[in-house]
């Protein structure tokens, strides 16, 4: 933790799955035992230790957006050295750490906050060692005292340790972990079954456990409703101690310790890290009172539901319940908080995924939409990205109801670079007008192409890296399958010893956007709209690779003449690499289609014929989780003349042009 | 001699666990409400708690369950499905523990009456306590494949056969007293 946010964002996580248990404790207290109401706290440890959002799911969903709107209000006529009004909240290591002198008043909190736990370490460690020098000063016991210690280790077969005889001791405790030392009042005559309480702390290392809560405590120091909840873990510690005495006493000796318990409810005790006492405070020892009460009164054999009840509680406390969600202004003109917290919201819930990214950014071109906008904005961006929507909810949409992802590549860093292609049902230029194609007609139908790049900075985010261009026309096949109008991701080459083979290839992803409005589908049947909510979690549903081989005839004039027809094959590279034997085909006449796992062209050559044959496909892949890389690897070109097999091209990944 | 109520009681837990575990839903109307079912189980409880008197620890907690789950109904009639996370979470745990100890409580009694029903009642106890522990765990079990169709089978016999081991429980209670 570097900032006072995150550790707000940290501390609220604890309270709130702390206030969890209190809870459940709370619903079970007279049916399940002390040794469940403590151990159940043992939740909370990871919760304390591990940051908030980890996973980015919150006990809490609005509360990391709601913090960042507060940041963002806190921050922004600051220059606070800690953190930026719009960098996203992020607890990151635990431990709090100063990076940096403080410049604003947030930085200040934040300082003075680490000051407070610094000084409460201390204040334990200088207590401790105070107590031990106390200790160190105590007289050796009394024979008589000896004896009874000796006794009550024999009888209940539990391990002594040194111990002392302090003057003006209220009540008996434990003190250390690796030396303990066991310190009696002096002048009076301890009970045994005090003995046995301090002894069972010592055999179940309770000491040590009360240092660990300590240091705890420590984080959340200036939380008062955690140290409520570690006050409540230690009483729960004792009444577990007190119901470990009570197993092994029995009839009228019960009795007696609930006596002696009572006749310590206005006694000082004393209260330091690495030290256990039979007395914790009035209040404490009422609660603890009615444990002892209801002894025999808890349900027996209910192990297996305990754990299962614990188990049960643990994801949640640990990892939260959900994440946060946008909150989607797409319909209203909200200003003021409205929009802070819609905006926040944007930067508590980053996208997860490069798809998600895509499908969120897209989204935001086609609905103009800021809270999507800044959901993928870089960082560095992100204050000019709110002066520029300033606060107004934009309701200019385009006519687009489908996106494509065009040629999806990795880079060296982990990112990705693609063209974001708008499938527009109406386009017009931005200045007015119309757009027309070659021959001077008025089209509407085409796609916008915007260059991409997708990387990860907290999160998925996308910076345009070119112009949107503006592809007007229908093309030759739906878009999903590949267009002739937009660019390959690459080519490969190669001369054969009777033409030249091109291939040309683009990879296709598309993110499943069909929402079923089933609303009347008794009568009507579904029907499937654009779904033009966001997707920050979204992974491509389909990722196809086309292709478009091109054979250039380049034989002899009297080849050429010999010609009745001419065809290609193309067989693709599998995970086993290209077939051994070429696939044997029946080219007669013309023919298009696909067979054996190759698919081929061939046609009737005449006169008029231009030297070329052209075989398109496309390749369709549903893979989960998202496997970019899918063209094949090679492939085998067999060029066929009048029927007949006349050379094979292998054209292999290195061949890319 | 006075007439026990324990038998009654037990034919109340069985056919409120009858109405929990089966649901015939018309359009958003559940014409066999869970609360009805908790609402049979809670009038069964204090003739429960003549025999065990732990079970009346379970009052609040059925009392608690029928509330939520006419809760639940209502909303669902008005087309409304909550989602409250935490509070689901809550009643999750709630529910595991009522029942773990309702049967706890069965199978005490009918080892302290010598009634064969005693291990069945504790087997299921054991299982329903994991089987409901699994189902409610957050893990997006129906992302692995087959699981929800097992997963419907094992609840469908356990449903079943912890409806046939009540009933014949309640069978052996009423021999024992015809006795």
């Avoid at chain 1, 009422?286 to 188990?311: D, E, H, N, Q």
């Avoid at chain 1, 520029?388 to 909810?393: L, V």
């Avoid at chain 1, 998925?460 to 937009?486: D, F, H, K, M």
């Avoid at chain 2, 029903?117 to 522990?133: D, G, P, Q």
Wanted: glycine content about 6%; hydrophobic content about 40%.
């Amino acid at each position: 933790m570097t900032n006072i946010w995150s550790f707000l964002m940290q501390t609220a996580e604890v309270t709130l799955a702390a206030y969890l248990l209190l809870l459940i404790k709370q619903i079970f207290s007279n049916k399940l035992s002390p040794r469940w109401q403590y151990g159940i706290w043992v939740l909370l440890i990871p919760r304390i230790l591990l940051p908030a959002g980890l996973s980015g799911k919150y006990l809490l969903p609005e509360l990391p957006i709601f913090l960042e709107y507060c940041k963002t209000l806190a921050e922004a006529p600051l220059s606070s050295g800690y953190i930026t009004a719009y960098t996203p909240i992020h607890t990151g290591f635990v431990l709090p750490w100063v990076i940096r002198a403080p410049l604003s008043i947030t930085d200040w909190l934040f300082v003075l906050y680490v000051l407070g736990t610094l000084v409460l370490l201390f204040k334990y460690a200088f207590v401790y060692i105070r107590l031990r020098f106390l200790l160190k000063k105590g007289m050796p016991l009394t024979a008589d005292q000896e004896n009874r210690l000796e006794q009550v280790c024999d009888t209940y077969e539990l391990k002594p340790c040194r111990a002392v005889s302090v003057p003006g001791l209220p009540s008996a405790f434990v003190c250390g972990v690796l030396k303990p030392v066991l310190a009696l009042p002096d002048g009076c005559v301890t009970d045994d079954k005090v003995l046995l309480h301090e002894l069972l702390h010592l055999r179940y290392h309770d000491s040590l456990q009360n240092i660990f809560w300590s240091l705890l405590r420590a984080l959340n120091w200036c939380n008062p409703f955690m140290n409520y909840i570690f006050d409540r873990i230690s009483s729960d510690m004792e009444a577990l101690c007190d119901q470990r005495v009570m197993e092994r006493i029995e009839g009228e000796e019960r009795r007696e310790y609930g006596r002696i318990l009572l006749s310590m409810t206005n006694e000082r005790y004393p209260h330091a890290p690495g030290t256990t006492s039979l007395s914790n405070g009035g209040k404490n020892i009422s609660r603890r009172i009615l444990s002892i009460a209801r002894f025999k009164k808890y349900p027996k054999g209910m192990l297996l539901v305990s754990v299962c009840i614990a188990i049960l509680l643990l994801p949640p406390t640990l990892v939260g319940v959900a994440a946060p969600g946008f909150h989607d202004m797409s319909y209203s003109t909200g200003t003021g908080f409205d929009y802070g917290m819609a905006m926040a919201s944007a930067r508590a819930r980053r996208c997860t995924t490069p798809a998600g990214a895509i499908d969120t950014f897209a989204k935001a071109l086609i609905y103009d939409n800021p809270v999507y906008y800044a959901a993928v904005t870089p960082l560095d961006e992100m204050e000019e990205l709110v002066s520029r929507t300033d606060g107004k909810i934009r309701e200019a949409q385009l006519a687009c109801s489908q996106y494509l992802v065009y040629n999806l590549t990795g880079e060296a860093d982990g990112g990705f670079r693609a063209l974001l292609v708008l499938v527009m049902d109406s386009m017009a230029p931005p200045e007015g007008g119309y757009y027309y194609d070659e021959q001077g007609n008025h089209v509407n139908r085409g796609c916008y192409v915007y260059p991409i790049r997708v990387f990860k900075e907290n999160g998925w985010v996308i910076e345009q890296t070119g112009q949107c261009q503006a592809v007007t026309g229908i093309s030759e096949s739906p878009l999903e399958y590949r267009s002739g109008n937009l660019p390959c991701l690459s080519s490969l080459e190669q001369m054969g010893s009777t033409g030249s083979i091109r291939i040309e290839e683009q990879v296709i992803a598309m993110v499943d956007n069909q929402l079923a409005n089933n609303d009347q589908s008794f009568l009507f049947g579904s029907y499937y709209h654009f779904d033009g909510r966001a997707k920050p979690d979204a992974v491509f549903s389909q990722i196809n690779s086309a292709y478009k081989v091109t054979y250039a005839f380049n034989g002899t004039a009297q080849e050429r003449r010999s010609l009745w027809s001419a065809g290609i094959a193309t067989v693709c590279a599998d995970e086993n690499g290209l077939p051994s034997e070429p696939v044997q085909l029946n080219m007669t006449g013309d023919t298009g289609g696909s067979r054996d796992g190759c698919t081929y062209t061939n046609r009737n050559v005449d006169e008029t014929w231009d030297g070329l044959i052209t075989d398109i496909d496309t390749e369709f892949h549903y893979t989960y989780p998202n496997d970019y890389d899918v063209l094949p690897d090679a492939y085998a070109i067999q060029v066929y003349w009048n029927g007949s097999l006349e050379e094979t091209v292998t054209l292999e990944r290195s061949d890319t042009k | 001699m006075t007439e026990r109520k324990y038998p009654g009681a037990l034919s109340l837990i069985a056919w409120g666990t009858l109405l929990l575990f089966v649901n015939i839903t018309v359009g958003n109307l559940n014409l066999l409400p869970n609360w009805l079912g908790y609402l049979l189980i809670c009038r069964a409880l204090p003739a429960v708690g003549e025999e065990e008197p732990e079970a009346l620890l379970l009052k609040p907690l059925c009392a608690a369950l029928a509330l939520w789950e006419g809760l639940l109904w209502l909303l669902l009639l008005f087309g409304t499905v909550p989602d409250w996370p935490v509070v689901r979470l809550a009643f999750s745990v709630i529910f595991l523990y009522f029942d773990f100890q309702l049967l706890s409580n069965l199978a005490s009694t009918a080892q302290r009456h010598g009634c064969q029903e005693e291990k069945s009642l504790r087997r299921l106890r054991n299982i329903r306590a994991v089987l409901n522990t699994l189902l409610a765990l957050p893990f997006g079990w129906e992302m692995v494949p087959y699981f929800s169709s097992v997963m419907i089978v094992i609840c469908l016999v356990a449903g079943l056969w912890t409806c046939c081991v009540l009933f014949a429980y309640r069978r052996s209670e009423e021999a024992l007293e015809s006795v």
